[in-house]
């Protein structure tokens, strides 16, 4: 594994994972500058992106970015973490500055737990980008949500992607990744930037927006983004959001309407049952002893195609206690977790066949 730029307590990580999942406040929030501007972004002539909120964030200063790997594999991975702005304070701002602490100490935490899981296969970027607070968007839906999502939020990731496509990312092909609000922000940049850079678009690997949903509806108001269907596609979407069975017909902020998903264990589309012991390892954080463990047989996976989720049926874990925001019985903090061994290996599957199809003729 690649030495990182950052480094994080175990009482840290112990914290900031509850915090994580929890709705418990953190400290003042620095200003956010909230600005109009016309700043305009590289659009094609139909206009897709016209224009972003507020001035971006400067991606030429190394401070404003979580990692900047050395070069080590011909795939990138740009990643985009979960809320990590949890203020209930009088004083606390709706989207954070880049520099607030408590958010970048929070999202070091999660990349251990999340984006190491495409350290394997590939160079990981992670730049830090103003957040959405987790009371601002409490009782929104998905449609009200994305849209508020479309402030400096979105006007730091197009900033941070054009500087990394400029000066990082050298022509490779890549993967965008995400889970939560880093999923909102990553199914905007589908959405938006790809169809506004598609000689970027067509270098992408896949897309894994985990814990937010993509819908039927939306994939054909975007015809040019296909859904993954199998375990070895490539240019495709790959998704998904787990819950208990206990979840069916509940408020979930990250489910929508028309959700489609993919099994993480047995990458099918269909209802098809894949049982725990088929499951390659949960990569699960050790309270006890302050590490993270691979625990075998702990997560099973069968979508329930009508919601477009996938129901985990363990009884070896809680659901997220935060229940306003996702339902009774999420497992929305082990999107991840649970599948870790199966997506790190689907991850190798599809960076390997994107590189053999894609070499160059003799």
Same mark, same amino acid.
């Given at each position: 594994?690649?030495?990182?730029?950052?480094?994080?307590?175990?009482?840290?990580?112990?914290?900031?994972?509850?915090?994580?999942?929890?709705?418990?406040?953190?400290?003042?929030?620095?200003?956010? !500058?909230?600005?109009?501007?016309?700043?305009?972004?590289?659009?094609?002539?139909?206009?897709?992106?016209?224009?972003?909120?507020?001035?971006?964030?400067?991606?030429?200063?190394?401070?404003?970015?979580?990692?900047?790997?050395?070069?080590?594999?011909?795939? !990138?991975?740009?990643?985009?973490?979960?809320?990590?702005?949890?203020?209930?304070?009088?004083?606390?701002?709706?989207?954070? %500055?880049? !520099?607030?602490?408590?958010?970048?100490?929070?999202?070091?935490?999660?990349?251990?737990?999340?984006?190491?899981?495409?350290?394997?296969?590939?160079?990981?970027? =992670?730049?830090?980008?103003?957040?959405?607070?987790?009371?601002?968007?409490?009782?929104?839906?998905?449609?009200?949500?994305?849209? /508020?999502?479309?402030?400096?939020?979105?006007?730091?990731?197009?900033? =941070?992607?054009?500087?990394?496509?400029?000066?990082?990312? %050298?022509?490779?092909? /890549?993967?965008?990744?995400?889970?939560?609000?880093?999923?909102?922000?990553?199914?905007?940049?589908?959405? @938006?930037?790809?169809?506004?850079?598609?000689?970027?678009?067509?270098?992408?690997?896949?897309?894994?927006?985990?814990?937010?949903?993509?819908?039927? !509806?939306?994939? #054909?108001?975007?015809?040019?983004? #296909?859904?993954?269907?199998? =375990?070895?596609?490539?240019?495709?979407?790959?998704?998904?959001?787990?819950?208990?069975?206990?979840?069916?017909?509940?408020?979930?902020?990250?489910?929508?309407?028309?959700?489609?998903?993919?099994?993480?264990?047995?990458?099918?589309?269909?209802?098809?049952?894949?049982?725990?012991?088929?499951?390659?390892?949960?990569?699960?954080?050790?309270?006890?002893?302050? /590490?993270?463990?691979?625990?075998?047989?702990?997560?099973?996976?069968?979508?329930?195609?009508?919601?477009?989720?996938?129901?985990?049926?363990?009884?070896?874990?809680?659901?997220?206690?935060?229940?306003?925001?996702?339902?009774?019985?999420?497992?929305?903090?082990?999107?991840?977790?649970?599948?870790?061994?199966?997506?790190?290996?689907?991850?190798?599957?599809?960076? @390997? #066949?994107?590189?053999?199809?894609?070499?160059?003729?003799?």
């Amino acid at each position: 594994m690649k030495k990182r730029t950052f480094q994080t307590g175990i009482l840290t990580i112990a914290v900031c994972l509850l915090l994580s999942i929890s709705l418990i406040g953190c400290g003042k929030a620095e200003p956010a !500058d909230t600005a109009q501007s016309d700043i305009q972004a590289n659009a094609d002539e139909s206009g897709i992106i016209t224009e972003l909120v507020g001035t971006p964030s400067d991606y030429s200063d190394k401070e404003n970015w979580m990692t900047v790997p050395e070069i080590t594999y011909a795939v !990138d991975t740009f990643y985009l973490y979960p809320t990590c702005y949890l203020d209930d304070s009088e004083e606390a701002l709706p989207i954070c %500055n880049i !520099d607030n602490q408590a958010v970048r100490e929070r999202a070091q935490v999660v990349y251990e737990n999340q984006a190491t899981v495409f350290e394997e296969s590939t160079n990981v970027f =992670a730049p830090y980008y103003r957040q959405s607070n987790i009371y601002e968007v409490m009782g929104m839906d998905s449609r009200e949500l994305e849209a /508020f999502q479309k402030k400096e939020q979105r006007t730091d990731v197009y900033a =941070a992607l054009d500087y990394y496509f400029e000066h990082y990312n %050298n022509g490779r092909p /890549f993967i965008i990744a995400g889970h939560s609000q880093g999923s909102i922000m990553t199914k905007i940049v589908l959405g @938006e930037y790809m169809a506004a850079h598609p000689e970027y678009y067509e270098r992408m690997v896949a897309a894994y927006v985990i814990g937010y949903s993509i819908t039927s !509806d939306w994939l #054909k108001e975007h015809p040019y983004l #296909k859904f993954a269907e199998g =375990a070895d596609d490539t240019g495709v979407i790959v998704s998904w959001n787990t819950e208990g069975p206990g979840n069916k017909e509940k408020q979930n902020i990250v489910v929508a309407d028309g959700a489609i998903s993919i099994n993480p264990i047995n990458w099918k589309r269909d209802s098809t049952y894949a049982a725990a012991d088929e499951n390659l390892g949960s990569r699960m954080f050790n309270y006890d002893t302050g /590490f993270y463990e691979v625990a075998k047989n702990l997560a099973d996976a069968q979508l329930d195609t009508e919601r477009g989720v996938v129901i985990c049926t363990t009884d070896k874990a809680t659901y997220t206690d935060a229940v306003e925001l996702f339902g009774p019985e999420s497992f929305h903090n082990n999107d991840y977790a649970f599948y870790y061994e199966n997506l790190r290996e689907n991850i190798k599957q599809r960076v @390997e #066949k994107y590189i053999a199809g894609n070499k160059p003729s003799a």
